[in-house]
């Protein structure tokens, strides 16, 4: 099969892709720019007949775990998996992803050496694309795409996720603003942080700067207009019991 008749199977299917280069993308937002659109992947395609597909992980509300063999990372997954009737590929470098539903928490980069988790604004290289090795990736025959498709996320799995630490009221003003700038991953310029929203779904490029907080005054946002106090932004984004 053709990568442009593989694209549209895709788009057939619903599923927001994009083309790369190798494992880098090829559009000016990357994985920003996936889409399920016919017109516009035939034009991708037709444009990078041989580009490789990437397959959105948020835009399709898909994680995968993304097994790597140069860190053992087979090895390690077989010694904490408890089984996965899942969607399942090959990789050309002798990987493995597995493709799940998201089921929407935050998790760690990795959930051991060689055990990658990609979500979120991540994408993976999907079949029948060509690895740098010159290898094709592949779906597992008992487990294709299609066939079988991606399985919640099982309980055992989720004991990974990452839970957010809760906020100590009894801290004090400086501890305070260290945990919202770690907590919302802010970035100070001049006076003030900034960052992405927590209270909204960004939609367009560069929004994710127009969330400002100002630790002596408050936070605002700029996209839809939440705001408050340092206090009241805590109390919102935080498991703290107040």
């Not at 993304?66 to 009737?85: K, S, V």
């Not at 998790?107 to 060689?114: D, E, H, M, S």
Request: aromatic fraction near 10%; glycine fraction near 12%.
């Amino acid at each position: 099969m053709s990568l442009l008749k593989a694209a549209l199977k895709y788009s057939e299917w619903g599923l927001a892709i994009f083309p790369l280069e190798g494992k880098q993308p090829l559009t000016a937002h990357g994985v920003k720019d996936a889409t399920s659109s016919k017109g516009l992947i035939e034009q991708w395609w037709g444009h990078w007949s041989d580009a490789n597909i990437g397959l959105a992980m948020g835009a399709n509300s898909l994680m995968a775990i993304d097994l790597d063999p140069r860190d053992d990372g087979i090895r390690n997954w077989r010694e904490i998996t408890q089984g996965l009737m899942t969607t399942r590929v090959i990789t050309g470098g002798g990987g493995i992803h597995y493709y799940l539903r998201d089921p929407g928490v935050k998790w760690p980069r990795k959930l051991a050496p060689g055990i990658d988790v990609q979500y979120g604004n991540k994408y993976v290289v999907a079949p029948p694309s060509i690895h740098p090795s010159g290898e094709e990736y592949k779906y597992d025959p008992q487990f294709r795409l299609g066939d079988v498709n991606p399985c919640e996320c099982p309980d055992w799995l989720l004991a990974f996720q990452e839970i957010p630490k809760p906020f100590v009221p009894s801290q004090g003003v400086g501890e305070r603003e260290d945990y919202l700038i770690e907590h919302l991953k802010l970035t100070q310029k001049k006076n003030r942080y900034w960052g992405v929203c927590p209270f909204h779904q960004e939609r367009e490029e560069g929004l994710g700067t127009r969330f400002s907080v100002d630790m002596d005054i408050g936070y605002h946002c700029f996209s839809c207009g939440a705001s408050g106090s340092v206090i009241d932004l805590l109390r919102r984004t935080t498991q703290g019991d107040f």
